[in-house]
């Protein structure tokens, strides 16, 4: 009779233990892990689930056991829809939850009866924050209990009803990201190019969220009937456009605030090809502050205290230029092409992987105008020759050559050390673009020839302009009418 039971208490000891032995060997032994060293009072074996709040002249008035406030968190691989506090769950209870130490985790219930006092507060809240802010950022938004996430972003968009979501959501499937951005009108999804292990894998995410292929003939399926005639004797035709399943809109990042660094995860060299990479996707684009410095760590933002140091906050990078102190001054060249390309309607993209090179070409669909990115990626390993990369030929194009550039970075134990260990600024590795001479064209009749010479080391990229030599008005004119 109570065998059950007995099954249901091994199954949760048994989840403990293996999370406590995880997450203890991540925070002290793991060499991606902080290393948090000795287990004492001040770092005891693992974090408390709990903030005590202290005892002062409002606290006192309430029972001490109503001032243990859980910390909020969370969860790998859960079920998104089932709030991990609430009454279903016994994520706390089995050690599951991640928790942030920071914040803590509050009871809404399951509706505004529940707790009405805490729900006008945060009605207010939103509201106000939509009143001076366009556009709000979803943190752990597979976390948020959704019949509250729902509630409130309605609240927000009574003040501003065209309120700009992005939204932190890893649901574990894009079915369930969809249920999330339907029943909360999310306008784009946070994703993150630093997430790929290798070329090949930011070569795929590069693709999802690049734009329609090449040559697309139709974005809508449209259907033509005739409808017979008129009362002026003309005929007409009937245009049915079918509404199809698009992908979900996404704000693709080249490093956030919880990626590790390329310094880091990487080769400190591919800061440079990644952020073009993401820059020629036909999605809103993202990056954080100490990216484009070339941070040598991921910045513990809860802790620290140091001041932020660029030399992009100081100078005035052209994009043309060779630069010092990261790669600011060609984020800026990036980030024009990619602002053309998005107002204007560049939605059609080829992306190719051939070993440790992407290249990316992204043109408008009428006038077939575009623009190519060659870029060498740098993962550990690639050492420095120019990888043995194939020629292009781009059939049927004339091209312009923008520009090429790689990035040099001193990634020495002593520079490194010398970074770190500065007590007021948190600053990049010495660092700097350096314009390459190596490209070489060739343009026939049919076709122009890209290829690259042998000074093209990972980290390295070349952006060129493009039309097509055969367009010379709108295919528009072809069309049926």
């Known amino acids: 009779m109570n065998l059950p039971f007995y099954k249901e208490y091994d199954g949760d000891i048994a989840e403990i233990l293996e999370q406590i032995f995880n997450r203890t060997k991540y925070v002290r032994l793991d060499d991606h892990g902080p290393k948090q060293g000795e287990i004492n009072s001040k770092s005891p074996l693992i974090e408390s689930y709990f903030t005590r709040l202290p005892l002062n002249k409002v606290t006192e008035k309430h029972k001490k056991t109503r001032l243990a406030l859980v910390n909020n968190g969370w969860i790998w691989g859960a079920n998104a829809l089932i709030d991990n506090a609430g009454p279903f769950s016994r994520a706390y209870l089995r050690r599951e939850v991640i928790v942030w130490g ?21 009605s207010k809240y939103v509201r106000l924050m939509a009143k001076y802010f366009t556009g709000f950022r979803i943190d752990n938004c597979h976390s948020t209990p959704i019949h509250v996430a729902e509630f409130l972003l309605d609240e927000a968009r009574r003040e501003r009803p065209n309120l700009f979501v992005v939204a932190e959501l890893f649901s574990g499937s894009e ?48 259907e033509q009937k005739p409808l017979g005639e008129q009362a002026a004797g003309s005929k007409r035709r009937e245009v049915i456009r079918r509404i199809k399943k698009t992908p979900l809109n996404a704000l693709f990042m080249d490093c956030t605030h919880d990626n590790e660094v390329p310094a880091q995860k990487r080769d400190a060299r591919d800061t440079l090809p990644n952020a073009a990479l993401v820059s020629m996707c036909a999605s809103a684009s993202g990056s954080v502050m100490g990216y484009d410095e070339v941070y040598p760590r991921l910045i513990e933002l809860v802790h620290e205290t140091r001041l932020y140091d660029s030399a992009s ?15 600011g001054s060609i984020k800026k060249l990036l980030n024009q092409i990619h602002t053309i390309m998005g107002k204007d309607g560049y939605d059609e993209t080829h992306v190719h992987h051939e070993d440790q090179y992407i290249t990316v070409h992204r043109v408008h669909p009428e006038s077939r105008k575009g623009y190519f990115l060659i870029a060498h990626t740098a993962f550990p390993g690639y050492g420095n020759g120019n990888g043995g990369f194939k020629p292009v030929h781009l059939g049927g194009t004339k091209a312009r050559h923008l520009g090429s550039w790689m990035l040099e970075v001193d990634t020495s134990e002593e520079a490194t050390k010398v970074v770190l ?34 000074k093209f080391p990972p980290g390295s990229i070349a952006l060129f302009e493009t039309w097509s030599k055969y367009q010379k008005r709108s295919l528009n004119q072809y069309s049926l009418k």
Not at 313 to 327: K, L
Not at 438 to 451: H, L, R, Y
Request: glycine residues 10%; charged residues 30%; aromatic residues 6%.
């Open 102 to 122: 920071d914040c803590v985790k509050l009871r809404y219930g399951a509706s505004w009866e529940e707790s009405p006092v805490l729900w006008e507060h945060m």
């Open 175 to 222: 079915e369930m990201d969809y249920v999330f951005v339907k029943r909360l009108g999310l306008s784009a999804l946070i994703r993150e190019a630093m997430q790929a292990w290798g070329t090949g894998e930011l070569s795929r995410l590069v693709h999802s969220y690049g734009g329609r292929p090449i040559g697309s003939f139709e974005v809508d399926e449209i």
């Open 313 to 327: 906050s100081v100078q005035n990078p052209t994009g043309a230029d060779e630069s010092e102190g990261g790669i």
């Open 421 to 454: 260990e500065d007590k007021k600024l948190l600053r990049g590795l010495p660092s700097k673009v350096v314009a390459l001479p190596g490209i070489k064209m060739e343009s026939n009749k049919d076709e122009t020839v890209i290829s690259v010479r042998d």
